[in-house]
DNA sequence: CGCTAATCCGATCGAAATAGTAGGGATTAT
DNA sequence: ATAATCCCTACTATTTCGATCGGATTAGCG
């Protein structure tokens, strides 16, 4: 069991437009650059991400995209559903439509499906792009520190955003 | 996010074989029947739980398959293990080899994807089939008891509706 | 022995989903 | 005007899913 690329994709660029995004749009070009991602294909996810009003564009040039809500307001869950369809383990805990199985209703499988979809709900709806971009920073906060003691200059490393190049290359 | 009918029928047949196995082994056409399940892709998902040990054979004529193990023994995270692969919602928590994604150490939703998936083995590894064949046999009672008030004869409605085996066989 | 009922095993196949690729059009700052 | 940018639609390659097929092996039974 594994979510997709598109749902990386989608939640990567969104923390990045919530730790970076205070200053003006940003390019899907920056972003593909930044996080190492096809352009064309974060193009079209990002367009997703706008027809489901999680962020506003601006076009033109000098154009781009920004959070349509506050970091706080946009959660996980949200982003998943959007981008994987409802965390419906089993067709019989879809919901919407009550799609019968051979065994309702006392098939008990469907009592653990459901057990686990909100399991996995109550976690993914109450993260938010606050959080997260609030605890990438303290854990790179303290990865640095304990790479870097007091003596060397912190200003210089701080500077580096992010950083996905260097530990890498 | 979904499992796939391989777990679905594997859980059944899994289940089948706990509530039914009791005296002498099943047939896979058996099991296909009951469950509605197209035979030979049935053939194969039980051939694959009992590579596994989770079920014993008995090969030619008045042959067919039975647990290997107590019912109390088999949770419902090794089933899905075996017929989905690890709970990996993302490749950077699969475990056994320390996938580095590019963010790493600092990424954040890493601790997310952790989160989750300690949630769902959480639920499945204490869900045995034995949970299991209880309590569907428990609701089936409860659902009789309740759409059958006392005054009314039993036996009529009893004889009617749900019950997996009765009823069809 | 030979028939039959079963498990076993590997190959294949069509449909769908996944992960992109590509081309061009619309909009706007400069 | 032009360049930068979003926008939209279609196409493609690969993998996964769900299932099917043909046949080999094993065991009970008359």
Chains 1, 2 share one sequence.
């Not at 559903?81 to 199985?101: I, K, M, N, Q, R």
């Not at 606050?130 to 605890?135: A, I, P, R």
């Amino acid at each position: 069991m594994n979510f997709s690329a598109k749902t990386e994709y989608a939640v990567l660029a969104l923390l990045y437009l919530t730790c970076h995004g205070q200053d003006g749009p940003v390019t899907v070009h920056k972003m593909a650059e930044e996080l190492d991602i096809p352009y064309r294909f974060l193009e079209q996810i990002v367009s997703l991400l706008k027809r489901a009003g999680l962020v506003h564009s601006v076009r033109g040039s000098h154009g781009g995209y920004l959070l349509a809500r506050e970091p706080r307001q946009i959660t996980f869950g949200e982003i998943l559903v959007l981008t994987e369809g409802p965390v419906a383990p089993w067709a019989c805990v879809s919901g919407d439509d009550h799609f019968a199985c051979s065994f309702e209703p006392t098939c008990a499988v469907r009592g653990v499906w459901q057990q686990v979809q909100r399991s996995i709900y109550q976690i993914l709806n109450n993260t938010t792009l606050q959080d997260l971009c609030d605890k990438t920073k303290a854990v790179r906060h303290r990865v640095v520190t304990i790479s870097n003691p007091v003596h060397e200059e912190p200003a210089a490393v701080a500077a580096q955003p992010i950083q996905i190049e260097e530990a890498v290359e």
